[in-house]
């Protein structure tokens, strides 16, 4: 089960990442794309944490 979550979290940040590529390079997108990025990466960062303490490290 964990291999599972991690692969699913892994393929969120990289579909995000192929969805990022799609948006036209204009700086009404900017926002929602970094934003988009940033979220979709920190889910298995999260994920992986292995303390509260972890997980507010790498928050």
Do not use: H
């Not at 794309?33 to 790498?58: E, P, T």
Request: glycine residues 2%.
């Amino acid at each position: 089960m964990k291999q599972v979550l991690k692969n699913r979290t892994e393929k969120y940040a990289v579909d995000s990442w192929d969805l990022y590529t799609k948006f036209p390079i204009l700086r009404e997108y900017n926002a929602f794309c970094n934003q988009l990025i940033r979220c979709s990466s920190s889910v298995g960062v999260n994920y992986r944490a292995k303390s509260n303490a972890d997980f507010i490290n790498k928050s």
